[in-house]
């Protein structure tokens, strides 16, 4: 007898499906193609140079190669963290080693925190729209989603209070450059979210992937971890952060953390144990040398190449795009979110933007969890030439354009 596949997966592993748009995207990979829909970095600016000396280095010192490629604890390698824990602190967040694990990505972060916090039924607040791949961790647990609308400087207040009253207790939050807007929190805002939070005794999971990659230089808005003053006590607080060095290294490093109040480290460490050990030893020593090495001057580098390629987006929308499209004016990260009139789905946009004009973003539809959005997309202007992002906004606009006129 052959074997029922389908009968013998479970339940929580059955709403894993692949994206409607993935087979649209993979023709966004030939060359001919400008392409708007990769939410990744520019491999233009990874640090090769660096992290060849590295890891050359790593290797031809016998001990040191040794230890980097053995086992190493679950928490993460002690300098590591502690590296992570001197540049919270930097920010204004005080906390300790133990608060801080290391984990495969943020992306790890989120299904750990997912398989922590969520099961099914339980309600988990996410912004409208929200980052995907969260989702996509979440939604394994089976959770309720609870969408609240995001202002141009936040979360709404109103809406957010009533999901803590309704009972609520997990939110899921980027305040810094989101994706796929780009959008930023105010300060005033960031202050009322983490006293709804404290008033409530809730959870804010915040999404820090971005915070670094602010085009005002420093990081200029603090992160709701440095203003959750009961986080201090290393027990203690509202605010759970993610961080990695995939934006600001290099992905293939898969090297993110989590830093909590040490009652959710401690049992996020037993799940390590149990799934994947730890990190990889080697990348893990390869990033805290990279990391010493390279920061802040690195950092500048990305903030002023990706500012330049935010420019030349924002700038050819305002002189192609037609009056009734509106799009966000982000401040950091990678992202231009785009508001079509409500007539003009933007999936089947892309399907003739790839077809017709050879050009691709993401619908924005996905980053919803109540299936709204049809006429939004996202716009990544990280990984092409300056030319090549004013022709797609062209292109782009002049599609829309016909499409109006239709």
Known sequence: MSVSWNDLIARDARVLVASEIRDLLKVAERPEVISFAGGVPDPDLFPVDTFSEIYGAMMQDGTQARRSLQYSVSEGLPALRQWIIDDLADQGATRTIDNVLITNGA??????????????????????????GAMQAFSTRLPNYVGVDAEEDGPVLSQLEDAFANGARVAYVAPDFQNPTGRSWSVARRKAVLELARRYGAVLLEDAAYSKLSYNGAE?????????????DPASGNVIQLGTFSKTLAPALRIGWVCAPRPVIDKLVLMMQAGNLHVSTVNQEAALRAAKKLFPGHLEKLRASYRTKRDVMLQTLAETMPGDVSWTKPEGGMFVWLTLPEHINARQLLEEALEDVHFAFVPGQAFFTDGSGKNTARLSFSTEKVDRIKDGITRLADLIKRKDNQ
């Open 220 to 232: 200029s808005l603090p992160s709701l971890l440095s203003l959750d003053e009961q986080g201090s």
């Open 107 to 132: 992306q790890q972060g989120l299904d750990i925190l997912a398989r922590l916090l969520l099961e099914e039924g339980r309600d988990l607040i996410v912004e409208k729209p929200s980052y995907l």
